[in-house]
């Protein structure tokens, strides 16, 4: 029985060259199928890679209760003189608490690729700012002076966003900065982010002097609960504390799980069509070779043997199929720079991600399709009567 199977699948492999048209357009249609799919979850996969990348276990962020973002959150300077003195919280040298108070504007800018006006993060920081991101770095310039109209951009800012090359002056709203600095978080949700003096954010968006977070560096293991007890026992404060690594895990989740969510289906549906292909070009190599087929039924071949054949050439054009188009898709994609909307509905600039999950994913759709689109055909292969090699 095996070395029946295997001189079938052997004669079917070698005549698929005989009708390369029909076996190219179903390798071709399921190739795209699997692109599309890869698309799809190479974006998910860079964006929750770039958002899951940022943060720290030992940073806490503090927002207003009931904030789901900072955009919702807003509280004044009573409220941060509180945790100054918060217990759970490292200070430095001089016994001053390592915190950095923060306001978050959104403002508009023109992206590279389209033209087209975009939101971006503009983030009033003090000079504390850089000490709570992990893997921060100034590329070129320096830092801003604090009260001045200067801003430090992001790396994944200037990629995407036309205007922010250092030293460039651009007009934001009503209002012009002065390019003075590029910095590097390692590739975070924060190098899609512009840095400006929180003072002069505060005045040129007429704010006074409230906030909207708050970032702490924590003071050991049990930091994280002395600041969330001190926190909720003070009838002062209305604010709920999170480390940063939990704060974006919550913010890409949502987003991540939308974009798969659309991939997969749409797949699904393209599938159908390439399911068909697939049928008919099985279809057509059965029918090119039923004289063949008879002929070793006659010879006392089992139609087992046939149908095991049959099957194995569509999978084998499936797998060929699955294969082309994750090549295609990792060349075409894997590392391109991309921006898509963050959790307060700005810009998040991300590299798309193939990764070896999906690739496999696809691979494993495109032989789903080539196992359904094989199996009438190989069942009609396995039937053909031994009359078939006098027609």
Do not use: C
Not at 167 to 178: L, V
Not at 272 to 296: C, F, K, P, Q
């Amino acid at each position: 029985m095996f070395s029946q199977i295997a001189a079938v699948t052997s004669i079917n492999l070698r005549s698929i060259p005989q009708r390369w048209g029909m076996s190219l357009a179903t390798i071709l249609s399921i190739a795209l199928v699997v692109g599309v799919l890869l698309g799809f979850l190479a974006m998910a996969n860079g964006f929750r890679a770039t958002v899951n990348g940022t943060g720290s276990e030992s940073i806490a962020v503090l927002l207003r209760s009931g904030s789901q973002a900072e955009l919702n959150s807003g509280f004044g300077r009573d409220t941060v003189r509180l945790i100054e003195t918060a217990p759970g919280i490292s200070r430095d040298a001089d016994g001053a608490a390592i915190l950095s108070a923060e306001l978050y504007v959104i403002t508009d800018a023109t992206k590279r690729s389209t033209g087209n006006d975009a939101s971006l993060s503009l983030r009033g920081v003090d000079e504390m700012a850089p000490r709570l991101r992990e893997n921060f770095q100034m590329v070129e310039g320096r830092m801003f002076a604090e009260g001045s109209n200067e801003i430090i951009v992001g790396e994944g800012v200037i990629r995407e966003f036309s205007g922010f090359n250092l030293g460039e002056t651009i007009r934001m709203g009503p209002n012009e900065w002065r390019v003075v600095g590029v910095f590097s978080t390692g590739g975070s949700v924060f190098d899609s982010e512009i840095w400006a003096d929180v003072g002069t954010v505060q005045n040129l968006y007429n704010r006074g002097a409230s906030y909207q977070s708050i970032r702490v560096r924590l003071d050991g293991e049990n930091g994280l609960s002395e600041l969330q007890a001190y926190a909720e026992n003070e009838p002062r404060l209305d604010l709920d504390v999170t480390t940063e690594k939990e704060f974006f895990a919550q913010s890409a989740g949502g987003l991540s799980n939308l974009i798969m969510y659309l991939g997969w289906p749409l797949a699904i549906i393209m599938a159908v069509g390439a399911l068909a292909g697939a049928w008919n070009a099985m279809y057509a190599s059965v029918d090119s070779r039923v004289r063949e087929i008879a002929t070793l039924r006659t010879l006392g071949f089992s139609g087992f043997a046939a149908f095991v054949g049959t099957l194995v050439e569509s999978l084998m054009l499936a797998f060929i199929g699955g294969l082309v188009g994750a090549l295609i898709t990792y060349f075409v994609f894997d590392g391109v720079s991309a921006s898509t909307m963050g959790g307060s509905f700005t810009q998040v600039v991300f590299s798309f991600a193939v990764t070896i999950q999906s690739v496999i994913s696809g691979v494993i759709l495109a032989l789903v399709v080539g196992l359904f689109g094989g199996f009438f055909p190989a069942l009609r292969a396995s039937r053909v009567p031994l009359l078939e090699v006098h027609g």
